[in-house]
Protein backbone atom coordinates (compact mmCIF):
# COMPACT_ATOMS: atom_id res chain seq x y z
CA UNK A 1 0.00 0.00 0.00
CA UNK A 2 1.24 3.51 -0.57
CA UNK A 3 1.58 5.22 2.83
CA UNK A 4 2.60 8.82 1.68
CA UNK A 5 0.43 11.38 -0.43
CA UNK A 6 2.14 10.91 -4.05
CA UNK A 7 1.40 12.39 -7.77
CA UNK A 8 -0.52 10.51 -10.07
CA UNK A 9 0.58 10.46 -13.77
CA UNK A 10 -1.97 9.02 -16.40
CA UNK A 11 -1.09 7.28 -19.01
CA UNK A 12 -2.91 6.12 -22.53
CA UNK A 13 -1.53 3.85 -24.86
CA UNK A 14 -2.20 5.73 -27.83
CA UNK A 15 -0.25 8.43 -30.15
CA UNK A 16 -1.68 12.54 -29.40
CA UNK A 17 -4.73 12.74 -31.62
CA UNK A 18 -5.44 15.22 -33.73
CA UNK A 19 -8.61 17.11 -33.90
CA UNK A 20 -11.75 15.75 -35.07
CA UNK A 21 -9.67 11.89 -35.01
CA UNK A 22 -10.17 11.26 -31.85
CA UNK A 23 -11.90 8.32 -30.14
CA UNK A 24 -13.31 8.48 -26.87
CA UNK A 25 -10.80 7.34 -24.44
CA UNK A 26 -8.92 10.31 -24.92
CA UNK A 27 -11.66 12.16 -23.44
CA UNK A 28 -11.70 9.61 -20.47
CA UNK A 29 -8.50 10.56 -20.22
CA UNK A 30 -8.84 14.53 -19.65
CA UNK A 31 -11.54 13.88 -17.89
CA UNK A 32 -9.94 11.59 -15.34
CA UNK A 33 -6.75 13.94 -15.33
CA UNK A 34 -9.18 17.09 -14.40
CA UNK A 35 -10.69 15.30 -11.47
CA UNK A 36 -7.36 13.78 -10.66
CA UNK A 37 -6.34 17.74 -10.30
CA UNK A 38 -9.29 18.54 -8.65
CA UNK A 39 -8.65 16.21 -5.68
CA UNK A 40 -4.93 17.11 -5.58
CA UNK A 41 -3.13 14.05 -6.71
CA UNK A 42 -1.20 16.06 -9.89
CA UNK A 43 -3.06 14.26 -12.72
CA UNK A 44 -0.90 15.20 -15.63
CA UNK A 45 -2.32 13.25 -18.56
CA UNK A 46 0.42 11.64 -21.17
CA UNK A 47 0.34 9.79 -24.30
CA UNK A 48 2.81 6.66 -25.43
CA UNK A 49 3.50 4.87 -28.28
CA UNK A 50 5.75 1.59 -28.44
CA UNK A 51 9.08 1.56 -29.75
CA UNK A 52 10.22 -1.35 -31.82
CA UNK A 53 11.65 -2.76 -28.09
CA UNK A 54 8.23 -2.25 -26.47
CA UNK A 55 9.57 0.57 -23.98
CA UNK A 56 7.75 3.55 -23.69
CA UNK A 57 8.82 6.57 -26.23
CA UNK A 58 9.77 8.73 -23.09
CA UNK A 59 11.14 8.49 -19.19
CA UNK A 60 9.52 10.05 -16.60
CA UNK A 61 11.49 12.51 -14.55
CA UNK A 62 10.14 12.02 -11.68
CA UNK A 63 10.31 8.67 -9.57
CA UNK A 64 8.22 9.82 -6.75
CA UNK A 65 4.53 9.96 -9.40
CA UNK A 66 2.50 6.61 -9.63
CA UNK A 67 1.99 6.03 -13.55
CA UNK A 68 -1.83 5.16 -13.81
CA UNK A 69 -2.28 3.53 -17.17
CA UNK A 70 -5.69 3.75 -18.08
CA UNK A 71 -5.76 0.13 -19.91
CA UNK A 72 -7.65 -1.16 -22.87
CA UNK A 73 -5.67 -3.29 -25.11
CA UNK A 74 -1.85 -2.39 -24.78
CA UNK A 75 0.73 -3.47 -22.87
CA UNK A 76 3.22 -0.88 -21.31
CA UNK A 77 6.38 -2.13 -19.03
CA UNK A 78 6.92 -0.98 -16.07
CA UNK A 79 9.67 2.04 -15.42
CA UNK A 80 12.13 0.71 -13.59
CA UNK A 81 11.97 3.17 -10.10
CA UNK A 82 8.21 3.71 -10.76
CA UNK A 83 5.29 2.24 -8.94
CA UNK A 84 2.34 1.50 -11.71
CA UNK A 85 -1.52 1.31 -11.42
CA UNK A 86 -3.58 -0.46 -14.01
CA UNK A 87 -7.44 0.74 -14.37
CA UNK A 88 -8.71 -1.98 -17.18
CA UNK A 89 -11.42 -0.46 -19.44
CA UNK A 90 -11.74 -3.33 -21.49
CA UNK A 91 -9.63 -5.79 -23.65
CA UNK A 92 -9.02 -8.09 -20.84
CA UNK A 93 -8.28 -10.82 -23.13
CA UNK A 94 -5.09 -9.25 -24.09
CA UNK A 95 -3.82 -8.85 -20.71
CA UNK A 96 -0.18 -10.89 -20.07
CA UNK A 97 0.97 -12.06 -16.76
CA UNK A 98 3.95 -9.98 -17.36
CA UNK A 99 1.59 -6.80 -17.13
CA UNK A 100 -0.25 -7.80 -14.54
CA UNK A 101 2.46 -8.62 -12.45
CA UNK A 102 4.38 -4.86 -12.79
CA UNK A 103 1.04 -3.28 -11.28
CA UNK A 104 0.68 -2.70 -7.63
CA UNK A 105 -3.12 -3.00 -8.18
CA UNK A 106 -5.56 -3.15 -10.67
CA UNK A 107 -8.67 -1.92 -11.21
CA UNK A 108 -11.39 -3.61 -13.67
CA UNK A 109 -14.51 -2.43 -14.83
CA UNK A 110 -16.12 -5.66 -14.71
CA UNK A 111 -16.76 -7.51 -11.69
CA UNK A 112 -16.56 -10.74 -13.92
CA UNK A 113 -13.12 -10.09 -14.71
CA UNK A 114 -12.40 -8.45 -11.47
CA UNK A 115 -13.23 -12.14 -9.82
CA UNK A 116 -11.37 -13.98 -12.70
CA UNK A 117 -8.27 -12.05 -11.68
CA UNK A 118 -8.68 -11.89 -7.97
CA UNK A 119 -8.90 -16.10 -7.99
CA UNK A 120 -5.52 -15.86 -9.95
CA UNK A 121 -3.90 -14.54 -6.71
CA UNK A 122 -3.81 -10.53 -8.85
CA UNK A 123 -4.15 -7.76 -6.20
CA UNK A 124 -8.15 -6.32 -8.21
CA UNK A 125 -10.80 -4.17 -7.15
CA UNK A 126 -13.71 -3.39 -9.26
CA UNK A 127 -14.05 0.11 -10.51
CA UNK A 128 -16.57 1.16 -13.48
CA UNK A 129 -16.33 3.58 -15.64
CA UNK A 130 -18.04 6.81 -15.33
CA UNK A 131 -19.09 10.36 -16.62
CA UNK A 132 -17.76 13.79 -16.49
CA UNK A 133 -20.54 15.64 -14.49
CA UNK A 134 -18.50 19.13 -15.53
CA UNK A 135 -19.73 18.01 -19.09
CA UNK A 136 -22.68 16.05 -18.78
CA UNK A 137 -25.68 16.65 -16.83
CA UNK A 138 -29.50 17.15 -17.75
CA UNK A 139 -30.79 20.16 -19.29
CA UNK A 140 -33.34 21.73 -21.80
CA UNK A 141 -33.79 19.83 -24.85
CA UNK A 142 -32.71 22.58 -28.23
CA UNK A 143 -34.67 22.22 -30.99
CA UNK A 144 -31.96 23.24 -33.47
CA UNK A 145 -30.10 19.66 -32.26
CA UNK A 146 -33.10 17.49 -32.01
CA UNK A 147 -33.22 14.54 -32.90
CA UNK A 148 -35.35 11.32 -32.96
CA UNK A 149 -32.85 8.10 -31.99
CA UNK A 150 -29.51 9.32 -31.81
CA UNK A 151 -26.44 6.98 -31.97
CA UNK A 152 -22.64 9.07 -31.71
CA UNK A 153 -19.54 7.20 -32.56
CA UNK A 154 -17.31 6.47 -35.49
CA UNK A 155 -17.74 2.80 -37.70
CA UNK A 156 -14.81 1.07 -37.94
CA UNK A 157 -12.79 1.48 -40.81
CA UNK A 158 -12.73 -2.16 -42.19
CA UNK A 159 -14.69 -4.06 -39.90
CA UNK A 160 -18.65 -4.73 -39.22
CA UNK A 161 -21.10 -1.21 -38.80
CA UNK A 162 -22.16 -0.65 -35.12
CA UNK A 163 -24.54 -3.28 -34.47
CA UNK A 164 -27.00 -0.80 -32.99
CA UNK A 165 -27.46 1.56 -35.61
CA UNK A 166 -28.24 -1.06 -38.22
CA UNK A 167 -31.20 -2.81 -35.94
CA UNK A 168 -32.71 0.58 -35.74
CA UNK A 169 -32.33 1.05 -39.40
CA UNK A 170 -33.27 -2.09 -39.84
CA UNK A 171 -36.73 -1.47 -37.51
CA UNK A 172 -37.03 1.38 -39.82
CA UNK A 173 -36.59 4.19 -36.93
CA UNK A 174 -35.70 7.30 -37.58
CA UNK A 175 -31.89 7.76 -36.76
CA UNK A 176 -29.67 10.07 -36.61
CA UNK A 177 -25.58 9.12 -36.59
CA UNK A 178 -22.58 11.26 -35.90
CA UNK A 179 -19.35 9.78 -36.57
CA UNK A 180 -16.65 8.87 -38.79
CA UNK A 181 -16.43 6.17 -41.76
CA UNK A 182 -20.13 5.55 -41.66
CA UNK A 183 -20.49 6.42 -45.41
CA UNK A 184 -20.09 3.19 -46.72
CA UNK A 185 -22.98 1.71 -44.33
CA UNK A 186 -25.70 3.65 -44.04
CA UNK A 187 -27.82 6.24 -46.43
CA UNK A 188 -26.73 9.15 -46.70
CA UNK A 189 -30.31 11.14 -45.44
CA UNK A 190 -29.29 9.09 -41.80
CA UNK A 191 -25.67 11.02 -41.39
CA UNK A 192 -25.99 14.23 -39.63
CA UNK A 193 -21.69 14.58 -39.70
CA UNK A 194 -18.59 13.48 -38.81
CA UNK A 195 -17.80 14.84 -35.64
CA UNK A 196 -19.10 16.95 -32.57
CA UNK A 197 -17.05 18.36 -29.66
CA UNK A 198 -16.79 16.61 -26.76
CA UNK A 199 -18.15 19.97 -24.72
CA UNK A 200 -21.21 20.31 -27.54
CA UNK A 201 -21.98 16.47 -26.41
CA UNK A 202 -24.29 16.47 -23.61
CA UNK A 203 -26.52 18.90 -25.73
CA UNK A 204 -26.84 16.41 -28.43
CA UNK A 205 -27.91 13.87 -26.17
CA UNK A 206 -29.92 16.16 -24.19
CA UNK A 207 -31.91 17.19 -27.35
CA UNK A 208 -32.70 13.32 -28.14
CA UNK A 209 -35.86 11.72 -27.69
CA UNK A 210 -33.66 8.66 -27.84
CA UNK A 211 -30.03 7.74 -27.30
CA UNK A 212 -28.56 4.38 -29.05
CA UNK A 213 -25.31 2.65 -27.60
CA UNK A 214 -23.86 -0.91 -28.01
CA UNK A 215 -20.39 -2.48 -27.01
CA UNK A 216 -17.83 -4.51 -28.86
CA UNK A 217 -18.80 -8.30 -28.87
CA UNK A 218 -15.83 -9.22 -26.39
CA UNK A 219 -17.04 -5.79 -23.99
CA UNK A 220 -20.23 -8.03 -24.24
CA UNK A 221 -18.80 -11.01 -23.11
CA UNK A 222 -16.49 -10.16 -20.01
CA UNK A 223 -19.38 -8.02 -18.54
CA UNK A 224 -17.71 -4.50 -19.81
CA UNK A 225 -19.83 -1.21 -19.64
CA UNK A 226 -19.04 1.87 -21.65
CA UNK A 227 -18.99 5.02 -20.52
CA UNK A 228 -21.40 6.40 -22.90
CA UNK A 229 -23.83 4.73 -20.78
CA UNK A 230 -22.99 6.86 -17.84
CA UNK A 231 -22.78 10.04 -19.97
CA UNK A 232 -26.46 9.35 -21.27
CA UNK A 233 -28.37 8.59 -18.05
CA UNK A 234 -26.28 11.66 -16.70
CA UNK A 235 -28.11 13.74 -19.41
CA UNK A 236 -31.70 12.54 -18.47
CA UNK A 237 -32.36 10.84 -21.83
CA UNK A 238 -34.04 7.42 -22.30
CA UNK A 239 -31.07 4.99 -23.30
CA UNK A 240 -31.12 1.88 -25.92
CA UNK A 241 -28.38 -0.70 -25.55
CA UNK A 242 -27.27 -3.87 -26.36
CA UNK A 243 -27.88 -6.76 -23.83
CA UNK A 244 -25.32 -6.40 -20.50
CA UNK A 245 -24.84 -8.87 -17.87
CA UNK A 246 -26.74 -6.57 -14.80
CA UNK A 247 -23.59 -6.67 -12.00
CA UNK A 248 -20.89 -6.88 -14.10
CA UNK A 249 -20.21 -3.84 -15.50
CA UNK A 250 -23.24 -1.85 -13.79
CA UNK A 251 -25.24 -2.40 -10.61
CA UNK A 252 -28.49 -3.67 -10.89
CA UNK A 253 -30.43 -0.80 -10.00
CA UNK A 254 -28.51 1.33 -12.96
CA UNK A 255 -29.19 -1.37 -15.44
CA UNK A 256 -32.74 -1.48 -14.77
CA UNK A 257 -32.75 2.36 -15.86
CA UNK A 258 -31.58 0.93 -19.56
CA UNK A 259 -33.74 -0.46 -22.50
CA UNK A 260 -31.89 -3.32 -23.59
CA UNK A 261 -32.47 -5.34 -26.71
CA UNK A 262 -32.11 -8.48 -28.12
CA UNK A 263 -31.51 -9.15 -32.15
CA UNK A 264 -34.59 -7.93 -33.67
CA UNK A 265 -36.33 -6.29 -30.53
CA UNK A 266 -34.83 -2.83 -31.47
CA UNK A 267 -38.29 -1.30 -32.07
CA UNK A 268 -39.91 -2.69 -29.10
CA UNK A 269 -36.77 -1.43 -26.67
CA UNK A 270 -36.95 2.05 -28.40
CA UNK A 271 -40.58 2.40 -27.70
CA UNK A 272 -40.10 1.54 -23.92
CA UNK A 273 -37.35 4.21 -23.81
CA UNK A 274 -39.77 6.71 -25.45
CA UNK A 275 -42.06 6.04 -22.17
CA UNK A 276 -40.05 6.71 -19.32
CA UNK A 277 -41.04 9.69 -17.48
CA UNK A 278 -39.80 12.85 -17.17
CA UNK A 279 -39.52 12.58 -13.22
CA UNK A 280 -37.30 8.76 -13.73
CA UNK A 281 -35.44 10.45 -16.40
CA UNK A 282 -34.17 13.05 -13.97
CA UNK A 283 -33.79 10.99 -10.68
CA UNK A 284 -31.94 8.64 -12.58
CA UNK A 285 -29.58 11.83 -13.50
CA UNK A 286 -29.38 12.83 -10.12
CA UNK A 287 -28.21 9.24 -8.50
CA UNK A 288 -25.40 8.89 -11.72
CA UNK A 289 -23.90 12.28 -10.48
CA UNK A 290 -24.08 11.38 -7.10
CA UNK A 291 -22.44 7.78 -7.52
CA UNK A 292 -20.74 8.19 -10.85
CA UNK A 293 -18.34 10.73 -11.27
CA UNK A 294 -15.06 10.53 -12.00
CA UNK A 295 -14.54 12.54 -9.05
CA UNK A 296 -16.31 9.58 -7.07
CA UNK A 297 -13.99 7.28 -8.65
CA UNK A 298 -10.81 9.50 -8.10
CA UNK A 299 -11.88 9.50 -4.06
CA UNK A 300 -12.05 5.59 -4.76
CA UNK A 301 -8.93 5.73 -6.29
CA UNK A 302 -7.32 7.27 -3.47
CA UNK A 303 -8.94 5.31 -1.00
CA UNK A 304 -7.30 1.73 -2.17
CA UNK A 305 -4.32 3.51 -2.88
CA UNK A 306 -3.97 4.42 0.13
CA UNK A 307 -3.26 8.17 -0.30
CA UNK A 308 -4.46 10.79 2.14
Avoid at 277 to 282: H, K, L, N, W
Wanted: charged content about 25%; overall charge neutral.
Amino acid sequence: MIKRRKKIRILLPQKRPEKQAIWGEHYFGISLSRAMARAGLGGTLDYFRDTRNGVGSRRWPYSREIDFLIWYGCDRPKKRGRRMVLWVLWGAEQLSDEMLASAEHIFVASRTVMDDLAAKGWPVSFLPQCTDTTLFSSRPRLSVLSSDVLFVGNASECGPPRPSVMEALGAGLNVSVWGAYWENFIPPNHLSGRWIANEDLADHYASAQVVLNDHNPTMTAQGFASNRIFDVLACGVPLVSDRIIPGAGLEPELAGQIQMYDPGGMAEAVEKARAVTAQDRVECAEYVARHHSFDARVAEIASVMGIR
